[in-house]
Nanobody
Framework: QVQLVESGGGLVQPGGSLRLSCAVS????????MAWYRQGPGKQRELVAG???????NYTDSVKGRFTISRDNAKNTVYLQMNSLKPEDTAVYYC?????????????WGQGTQVTVSS
């Protein structure tokens, strides 16, 4: 059973920083792409940032230059460093991990962590 454990959310003032982590339990599955999504109040879930197994990254326009996604393959962990936070970044953040085992592909989600940006 694969488990994803998220941490790092919380309340921060505008302009502040937070670092989210998502650790994947040890598994015989191979970890491929990793990503962070978010869902704000009354909004649909959206992709925030993604990182491939090779380290290529992509970001939604609203976070470019402020957020950085990274991964530590030795620790099976993906991070999201969030700087210059804005009230509109308030959302529940979810990690998404794409895994594979031989020819089968799997999609796993974290439990979500609340990020609130408010003064």
């Amino acid at each position: 059973q694969v488990q994803l454990v998220e941490s790092g959310g919380g309340l921060v003032q505008p302009g502040g920083s937070l670092r989210l982590s998502c650790a994947v339990s040890r598994s015989r599955f191979s970890i491929n792409a990793m990503a962070w999504y978010r869902q704000g109040p009354g909004k649909q879930r959206e992709l925030v940032a993604g990182i491939s197994s090779g380290g290529s990254t992509n970001y939604t326009d609203s976070v470019k230059g402020r957020f950085t996604i990274s991964r530590d393959n030795a620790k099976n962990t993906v991070y999201l460093q969030m700087n210059s936070l804005k009230p509109e970044d308030t959302a529940v953040y979810y990690c998404n991990i794409k895994m594979s085992y031989y020819y089968r592909k799997y999609d796993y989600w974290g439990q979500g962590t609340q990020v609130t940006v408010s003064s």
